[in-house]
């Protein structure tokens, strides 16, 4: 009645498992890559070239993985090479940056570099003391202006607003302030000033203005984050013993998270110190040093770099590896001041909160 | 026995000096962050319609509002399409490979380098654009235009290599950092249990990503993009070093010597000296472009809010 139907032989192992390349299979493609760009690298060609051979040849993993595994697990694999030469192709031009900076730029670095201006300079020497000096007033004063709105600002969201309907808006409209262009804060900035001093109005002051619109929605979302951190109970045990509410603030709260806005308030500054588009607007350069803020132009690394490249005189060499120069400076100083964000977090922040 | 004051019930606490000014102080910090933002809108507005109103005969440009503006937002359209067709991809493989495929202690230090990017100051980019990009475009320009000719991007090549396409690639690695930051946040988001059901069925793990990640992760995603978006239309300084303009007329060629400006980049390189409803003029092109990123910024955020889980990722 029935016939008895002995059930062909399966190989057990692949039909749970499948066939799979050997586990070093990834690795020896990505050698074979490297080996085949130095290789052809050795025989002439340039870097874009070799690294192009080597992508090429990882793409052979792939292929050999829809010979042996079959298609599903071959797109597996060929998803994995796409993603992970996207962050290669992603680290590109950060590493070209850095290079390129560095190798250009520590030529004319010297002490003279660092204290003459480019008054009366044609052709080679002079320095960035000038834009030092306009950078740093510039900067500083921005952040004298945004520092206390930003802060308290923060501390009305967290502390006052308790979910209010005005409160969602400033949170909202913080977050898409953070967009604003930065020229169009110099637009702002020159549109402001140009009421009280007339057209053409050139003035340090007013790049600090124009720096604090594109500064304070920073620190005020990093201040309020950080604020948001503080326990509840530390707030409650400070009402319990009768202090008023802004001494709880001020003593409790602000401490607390002290690190977390001194953190946000030197990344913030970082964020501003190499913005050039706003700078060139309102504040303009020139070729000496000046000191007070409220007085006509005044130079900045940014905006020096920029014009020494834009417009170099003859010969252009100089002025171009001045503009070098300057970037490499700036690029110090901000990846510093990350840097320094990154240890004061490390360092001073609450251990219980890591 | 009573002798002890106990305060009145309902009062939750007597209203001290130090209470109200510094209640005041907060409020009106947060109130001024309003009033810049109304501000901006209207001293540009302000400054601006003078230049719009403007005679042809008035401005340095010779004509009209509309006929100057166009090219320059035709410019900034075209800068920022091409640079989010490079950088989107890019932006979703980095952070998947950071949030998925790296070791998970290793992703921390990538996440960094590329955070690193975004430190790098707009005028630095602007100098790597020209200084090293641009020369080393022109042999691929040749061959697109010796090979591709025939379509209208790729006409006559520059010899600078200073184009429209150069100026896109650096903007595209600008507008990465921002990017792959709300992506890798969101993508770290997903939901373990949706990861290890997919897993759990057998799906390998790009399936994994098109079943769990994705469909969760996809309104994060567009309002990353568009933030992207913002900043690659507003940005100046590297458009403006990178680009070279020459009459700026409407062209579709992405490799050619003459580029539409930006708008940014066009208020940049004029702003200084510009006299008379010239300023005017440019402000208001600045107006435009306030507005564009404004709504554009405004819809991303919109997006990112309607997720009351995620709160902003800067």
Known sequence: MTTTLTPPPVDVSRELYGARLPSWGPQAVLAAGVAGAAVSYAAGANLLQAALIAWVICMGLPLWSVAVEGRRKATDRLVTTLVSSA???????????????????????????????????????????????GTLLITGAAAVISIPIGIFAAIYLVEYAEGNRLSR??????????????????????????????EGVRMGVGGSVALSVLMIPILVRSTEEMLKLVPNELREASYALGVPKWRTVAKVVLPTSLAGIVTGITLSIARVIGETAPLLIIVGTTDSVNFNLFDGRMASLPVFAFASQRNPGIPPEFSIDRAWGAALVLLVIVMLLNLIARLVSYFFSPKGER | MTSTQAPAPGRASVRRPGDRIFSGLSLSAGVLILVILAGVAIFLTVQGIPGITAHPDEVKSGKSFLPYVWPLVYGTLIAATIAMVIAVPVAIGVALFISHYAPRKLGQSLGYLIDL?????????????????????????????????????????SATGRTILTASIVLAVMILPIMTAICREIFLQTPRLHEEAALALGATRWEMARLAIFPYARSGIVSAAMLGLGRALGETLAVAMVLSVGVGTVTANLIGSDNPSTIAANIALGFAEATGKSVNALIASGLVLFVITFLVNFAARSIVDRRKEFSGAN
């Open chain 1, 87 to 133: 962050f290669v192709l992603a680290m590109f031009p950060l590493f070209s940056i850095l290079w390129t900076v560095i190798s250009k730029g520590s030529k004319v670095l010297s002490t003279d570099f660092f204290t003459y201006s480019m008054r009366n300079i044609v052709g080679e020497g002079g320095g960035i003391y000038h834009a030092l000096v």
């Open chain 1, 169 to 198: 808006w400033i949170r909202f409209l913080v977050d898409v302030m953070t967009g604003i262009p930065s020229i169009v804060a110099g637009l702002f900035a020159y549109a402001l000033f140009v009421l009280f001093f007339g």
């Open chain 2, 117 to 157: 990017l975004a430190a790098v100051p707009s005028v630095v980019y602007g100098l790597w654009g020209i200084g090293f990009l641009a020369p080393h475009m022109v042999p691929f320009y040749a061959w697109l235009d010796e090979h591709l000719g025939f379509l209208p991007f790729f006409g006559p090549a």
